[in-house]
């Protein structure tokens, strides 16, 4: 198994640009996740879904859409760059919202 | 409000010394989880705590929990530089799906 994947590993966008940060599972997992991580700020949840075609707000979701069409497949979309959207930005899955979340590489994101 | 509070934030220790990371938490909590995030890396999970009292324990590291008062502790046993990393506590609230994270335990262990 590869476990979690994240995609690209770094990007650099100018501000209002879009992009879509890619993340797929191959565990069977229903349960997944979006968090950014700042500096001193612990992971904050964007962005979750408990199930392909459920998805529902974290704490700090705007500017940003999910999807969730397949079991495997939660992109996240920047509909248009910020510098406040400079961040490390972590996927996360798990067999359901009680089960311990395993997470991806992560994706550093910088916004000129 | 949903508050995960970790301290200290920084702990800087020697090597074979014991040494505890708090973690507080405001309302009811169905499970609380401890990750290990090494610099650059991504979160490795060591340990859910499901019910008050419980303890898990792996290698140097011990986790506890008591609901009651609403804290988890890790405790590090004679440290070794291996364990320098940054150490966070998550907890799911009963009162949804969502995990809520500490700002994390950056933990320095010197030779």
């Known amino acids: 198994n590869a476990g979690v994947t994240q995609t690209p590993k770094f990007q650099v966008l100018k501000t209002g640009q879009s992009m879509t940060l890619q993340c797929a599972q191959d565990?069977?997992?229903?349960?997944m996740s979006w968090y950014r991580q700042d500096p001193g700020m612990g992971l904050r949840l964007i962005h979750y879904s408990v199930g392909a075609g459920i998805t529902d707000q974290g704490e700090v979701p705007n500017g940003y859409n999910v999807s969730r069409s397949t079991t495997e497949d939660f992109p996240l979309r920047l509909l248009s760059a910020a510098p406040s959207q400079t961040s490390v930005y972590f996927c996360?899955?798990?067999?359901?919202?009680?089960?311990?979340?395993?997470f991806g590489p992560g994706t550093r994101l910088l916004v000129l | 409000e949903l508050k995960v509070e970790q301290n200290p934030l920084f702990l800087s220790m020697q090597e074979g010394k014991n040494y505890t990371i708090y973690c507080n938490y405001s309302?009811?909590?169905?499970?609380l989880y401890w990750y290990r995030q090494d610099p650059g890396k991504s979160l490795e999970s060591l340990f859910v705590?499901?019910?008050?009292?419980a303890v898990k324990q792996e290698g140097r590291l011990m986790a506890s929990l008591d609901t009651k008062a609403r804290l988890s502790t890790l405790h590090i046993t004679a440290a070794v530089h291996d364990l320098s990393a940054t150490y966070f506590c998550?907890?799911?609230?009963?009162?949804?799906?969502?995990?809520?994270f500490g700002e994390g335990t950056q933990l320095t262990v010197n030779p």
């Open positions: 996360a899955s798990s067999y359901s919202y009680q089960e311990t979340q395993y």
């Open positions: 705590l499901l019910s008050n009292g």
């Open positions: 565990m069977n997992h229903e349960y």
């Open positions: 998550a907890v799911r609230f009963r009162s949804g799906s969502r995990l809520t």
């Open positions: 309302t009811t909590s169905d499970r």
